[in-house]
């Protein structure tokens, strides 16, 4: 398993950005698709991106389309999602997630995601 951290989140007002990070703990995940969730309060967990594992491929929800951004540095071993014009309904806490990748195609559904992070708060005030 890859044990995931992220960081990067906080209170932003509307209209505002944030720049989210995740990087596995002890190991590399350069084979891995990664994506981003999140969960509102009340909300089931919902898809917001995901890239593939060599980055040659992403997926973004309608949601979020145009605002959101995810990205990975292989070199850095670390996946960013770049979030701007944020809106309170944003608000949620976010959570990164692994899954194999190699030969496999991208994922957007939170089952198919094996590995997770403890989530990071983003709070947009209006």
């Known amino acids: 398993q890859v044990q995931l951290v992220e960081s990067g989140g906080g209170l932003v007002q509307a209209g505002g950005s944030l720049r989210l990070s995740c990087a596995p703990s002890g190991r590399t995940f350069s084979h891995y698709h990664m994506g981003w969730f999140r969960q509102a309060p009340g909300k089931e967990r919902e898809f917001v991106a995901a890239i593939m594992w060599n980055g040659g491929n992403t997926y973004t929800a309608d949601s979020v389309k145009g605002r959101f951004a995810i990205s990975r540095d292989s070199a850095k071993n670390t996946v960013y999602m770049q979030m701007n014009s944020l809106k309170p309904e944003d608000t949620a806490v976010y959570y990164c997630?692994?899954?194999?990748?190699?030969?496999?195609?991208?994922?957007?559904?939170?089952?198919?995601?094996?590995?997770w992070g403890q989530g990071t708060q983003v709070t947009v005030s209006s």
């Open positions: 997630a692994a899954t194999y990748g190699l030969g496999y195609p991208l994922r957007t559904t939170a089952a198919s995601y094996t590995d």
